[in-house]
């Protein structure tokens, strides 16, 4: 290997890092409106009167629209093609407010300034309608259930069942760059809109949706994006400002600030559970039930699938013979969520590694055997989807990673590195997570690479890179297997016009999936170069291998033909460049696996939770980069930390207003709340995958609150199970532990 | 209504001469790091003065009755500046815990004092340390309280016009002093609870005692109680378990019947053992 598996700093790391990358916003538009949303103060409630006539004798102000002169077309955003249904109940300005932070107008003007004065100036008048806040009381809109094996009898048989009610909050994306679209009108009545999105394809088919026109009329162009994590997957404000683009015949500009972004975007659906596991006397698991109730906020967007992604992310862990699930995500007047790093996995996997932890305990077992005991092999089939779990490689996560993190040493140690104030806990958690969308009948990419005059290479698919060095990792595949340098690369980014059909940067797809397609293309034109170098030199195309930008004789007389010498010859004789394009079409779902293991300090007086030692052990096939592969780690861990410890956007159940909707009341865990994320790569080959790589950066952030939780709970011999984690809830677990009878 | 037009002067002088012969509203901003940012929002008309750029309202200086520090030195300047930390430690280590760096780097004194913000680390511990408050305004100079400018009813008792040009702690301190803080996590993180202690010694007994709390009521709160658990006694488990309870008990009587009484009965006891280990 001579480009697989090196550390390349990112392509465009150097253009981010001094500040000459241009996001959405810093891109100027001449002339562009700029626009400010007015939203919703009330959970649910009727617009009865909007009165804009102030707004709009305003200076500068250009429009006032709202749900009564803009389309009522019910679409729902998280879909990603042309044609796929979805429940829609999303409109863009809706009569009927569902949500603190709807959507109730938008005003449009000549500066954002005028535009921003002009919305204070609307008035509003709501007739307020009975909201549900409370998930337990909400109507179901999916659920999903599915049962193997006689689990009532297996219950019976367990030397114990220890059931766990465990809960996880809402939490945002919080990336830095906040939501943005911007649009112009275009020729033919077409409409341009450039946004930081994750499918230009997606957009394109939710403008059409929302606007009511054909798809080919939007051309989506995707921007640098400055971190989604799922946040950018669905097209929010890209149907506005289309819209506002094509009934005004001018460019558009819609930026939120992060009140908005927080407020009226997605984020993290919260979810309880009723989990029961029954455990024989020997640790294996025997029979397992999981309840669980998603709340997925106002709007359904992907949150029907919720419940079959659960019990498709449950059922490959853990070899489980008798087990029940039922999942169901329901609708409430709170804001709405959607994809989110992981996409319902680390809200499974936390139920199931907090009970898992618990039952070890009452059967005085090492959760780390525990485990061993039960995790599933490579080559099993999981019982949701029959699907093939591949290399599954959890059991060297776990002994490899325990041995890497001194987990019996540790855990030996604790209660003596304890102090009567402060307590040492140990706790992992193990964890799985997809590579792309298979079975889904589209779960296919289209990648094509030609060889251009000048001898660079262009690699052109529908690209997204989030942030994640996903760029970097498929010009390394296609480097590798052409046998060229990484920076000859020029890069398309994804343009609905220009790029092939490709469902977008979601589901762990990008480096399994688009980079099997891209390792293949790479082959293919390869060999379309040997052809073409070999009739220049006179010699048979098997006689050539590449290197570095250029092709040698692999014997005989020494000759080589760079990249760049070829194609001026061809170019000069008139003949076509060498390219190739191809399709590759996923066959395979295998599963990522992942053990992490953390080590905690607990003060018993603050509640106050100190991570010390912390190390993630992934099971990745091969890191194509293993810099870009720990950096997704570190960042999947800082996500998963404040899901485990600090972040709930914490609407309040009385008036479902958000009191986390500001950096100043969310807190996410920064650099100084981590310790040192030690790291353990377990590169073992997927043979589907390119070479033999898959997925890490959703699993990254699945097993954290498991492994914190677990560890918190070992420090203190306690049984939290409501996340996050926050001083106050330790503080009055351990209020009643040392007062029962007067705390709850 | 005219626009807002901005002013730097380079020394007191200057801003002295600027006060006087403004007419209109005058309003002052010094790292803009509450101004600058939502949801606060500037004026929109009369005079900003900026108070950065005025080089000998950032100094700090010790004589034989005090340590005067410019309002307009950085929060970062505080938490390092070998005298504070030498003769005033709780404010160096209060500055020190104030924000993230990049805050620190920013905020001033005067600042945050004229912020007067319930949650502010400063201002426990100026009180502690029995800080008084140079101001500035057209009438002149005047030596202020600190209850004057930090009631404790809360908000600023700025008068229009006037601004803080330094902070006073009166010399010699006879005690030691030290500053703790609960925040919702380690770093860049507004007060849920913080404590500011100056204690004298008596050998190994506690001498006179000043203890103030933070993020508890509108201003700093002297915790009297507290403060008779420690004063006069030794050093001894039985003086610390008392001490315990009466932070308790003053929590309980600062925020009756509030959410996060429960957790801030609790939390203080911890806070007040890292507070006395500070000044060990």
Excluded at chain 1, 17 to 36: H, N, Q, S
Excluded at chain 1, 41 to 51: E, F, G, N, S, T
Excluded at chain 1, 360 to 381: E, I, Y
Excluded at chain 2, 98 to 105: A, F
Aim: with cysteine.
């Amino acid at each position: 290997m001579n480009v697989v598996a090196r550390r390349l700093p990112l392509l465009d790391g150097v253009e981010k890092v001094t500040g000459a990358l241009r996001f959405a916003a810093d891109i100027p538009v001449e002339g562009a409106l700029c626009v400010k949303l007015a939203l919703s103060p009330r959970p649910h409630a009727r617009v009865a009167v909007l009165d804009a006539r102030a707004a709009l004798a305003a200076p500068g102000v250009v429009a006032v629209f709202w749900h009564e002169n803009t389309p009522r077309r019910r679409y729902n955003s998280a879909i990603w093609a042309e044609g796929q249904t979805a429940p829609e109940d999303e409109t863009m300005f809706p009569e009927i407010v569902r949500h603190v932070g709807d959507r109730v107008a938008a005003v449009v003007a000549e500066t954002q300034d005028a535009a921003e004065a002009a919305a204070k100036l609307l008035a509003v008048a709501y007739e307020d309608l009975p909201a549900i806040l409370d998930p337990a009381e909400a109507e179901p809109i999916a659920e999903t259930s599915f049962a193997v094996g006689d689990v009532e009898r297996a219950f019976a048989s367990a030397a114990v069942v220890v059931a766990s009610r465990v809960s996880t909050p809402k939490t945002h994306h919080v990336a830095i760059e906040t939501h943005v679209a911007l649009a112009a009108p275009a020729e033919g009545g077409r409409v341009t809109v450039w946004s930081p999105c994750q499918s230009v394809f997606a957009v394109q088919a939710v403008v059409a949706k929302a606007l009511g026109i054909e798809g080919d009329r939007v051309r989506a162009i995707k921007t640098p994006i400055g971190g989604s994590f799922g946040g950018k997957a669905e097209p929010i404000l890209e149907p506005i400002a289309a819209f506002i683009a094509l009934q005004l015949g001018r460019a558009v500009r819609l930026v939120y600030d992060r009140r908005e972004t927080c407020l009226a975007t997605r984020m993290r659906s919260a979810a309880v559970a009723d989990i029961r596991t029954g455990l024989a006397a020997d640790g294996r698991i025997v029979a397992r039930d999981t309840q669980i109730l998603v709340d997925v906020g106002a709007y359904c967007t992907g949150g029907h699938w919720l419940p079959g992604s659960m019990a498709q992310r449950l059922s490959r862990l853990y070899a489980v013979p008798n087990k029940r699930y039922r999942g169901r995500a329901v609708l409430t007047n709170t804001p709405p969520t959607g994809a989110f790093r992981g996409y319902g996995t680390p809200q499974i996997n936390a139920v199931t590694e907090i009970n898992l932890d618990l039952a070890a305990r009452a059967l005085g077992l090492d959760p780390l055997w525990l485990r061993l005991r039960n995790v599933v092999r490579p080559g099993a089939s999981e019982p949701y989807q029959g699907l093939d779990v591949g290399n599954a490689r959890i059991r060297d996560c776990l002994i490899l990673g325990a041995r890497a993190f001194g987990w019996f040493r540790r855990r030996r140690g604790a209660a003596q590195r304890s102090t009567p104030r402060l307590a040492v806990g140990i706790g992992l958690a193990a964890a799985t997570h997809i590579n792309g969308c298979y079975p889904a009948d589209d779960e296919a990419s289209t990648v094509t690479l030609a060889l251009k005059r000048d001898g660079r290479v262009e690699l052109a698919l529908a690209l997204h890179d989030l942030g994640s060095g996903a760029l970097t990792t498929l010009v390394q595949i296609a480097a590798e297997a052409l046998g060229a340098s990484p920076p000859a690369f020029d890069v398309t980014p994804a343009d609905s016009d220009l790029s092939a059909y490709d469902l977008g940067t979601r589901a762990s797809r990008t480096t399994y999936v688009c980079g099997e397609a891209t390792r293949r293309a790479a082959e293919a034109l390869k060999a379309e170069i040997r052809r073409a170098a070999a009739r220049l030199m006179n010699c048979a195309a098997d006689d050539l291998d590449g290197a570095e930008g250029a092709l040698r004789r692999r014997w005989g007389p020494q000759q080589s033909l760079s990249f760049a010498a070829l194609a001026e010859a061809l170019a000069a004789r008139g003949e076509a460049l060498p390219a190739a394009t191809l399709t590759h079409t996923a066959s395979a779902n295998p599963g990522s696996y992942a053990a992490h293991f953390a080590e905690v300090v607990v003060d018993r007086l603050t509640g106050r939770v100190k991570l010390a030692a912390y190390l993630a052990a992934h099971d990745v096939g091969r890191a194509i980069n293993p810099m870009l592969v720990e950096g997704q780690i570190h960042g999947g861990v800082q996500i998963g930390v404040g899901f485990a410890l600090y972040e709930d956007v914490d609407v309040d159940p009385a008036t479902g207003r958000m009191r986390g909707d500001r950096l100043s009341r969310y807190h996410v865990a920064n650099a100084p709340e981590l310790p040192r994320i030690e790291t353990l790569l377990i590169e073992k080959g997927e043979p589907s995958g390119p070479y033999g790589a898959k997925a890490v950066g959703e699993i990254a952030t699945v097993p954290v609150a498991g492994a914190v939780v677990n560890a918190v709970n070992h420090a203190l011999g306690a049984d939290l199970t409501q996340l996050p984690l926050t001083p106050e809830r330790i503080c009055a677990w351990l209020d009643a532990r040392d007062r029962p009878g007067r705390e709850t | 209504m005219s626009a807002l037009a901005a002013a730097a002067p380079r020394d007191r002088a200057a801003l002295a001469t600027l006060l006087a012969e403004a007419a209109g509203p005058v309003a002052f901003i010094a790292g803009g790091t509450d101004l600058l940012v939502a949801p606060r929002a500037l004026p929109c008309a009369g005079l900003l003065v900026d108070l950065s750029r005025a080089r000998d309202l950032a100094a700090i200086s010790v004589d034989r009755d005090a340590l005067r520090i410019g309002a307009a030195a950085t929060l970062a300047e505080l938490a390092v500046h070998p005298q504070i930390r030498a003769l005033a430690p709780a404010l160096a280590e209060a500055a020190a815990l104030c924000g993230s760096v990049q805050i620190r780097n920013r905020a001033t004194l005067g600042g945050n004092v004229a912020t007067a913000s319930a949650a502010s680390d400063i201002t426990p511990a100026l009180a502690g340390l029995e800080a008084r408050f140079w101001t500035l305004s057209r009438d002149g100079e005047r030596l202020r309280p600190f209850e004057a400018l930090i009631p404790a009813a809360g908000g600023s008792g700025l008068a229009p016009g006037e601004a803080i040009i330094a902070a006073e702690i009166p010399l010699p301190r006879r005690g030691r002093s030290a500053f703790v803080k609960l925040g919702p996590r380690d770093d860049l993180a507004i007060a849920r609870l913080n404590l500011a202690l100056e204690a004298e010694f008596d050998g190994a007994r506690f001498g006179a005692v000043r203890l103030f709390a933070g993020a508890i009521a509108a201003a700093p709160q002297r915790l009297r109680r507290a403060e008779a658990a420690l004063a006069g006694r030794a050093a001894d488990a039985a003086t610390l378990a008392d001490f315990d309870r009466a932070l308790s008990a003053e929590v309980e009587a600062a925020i009756p019947g509030r959410a996060s009484l429960g957790y801030k009965r609790r939390a203080v006891v911890g806070l007040g053992r890292d507070l006395l280990g500070r000044l060990a």
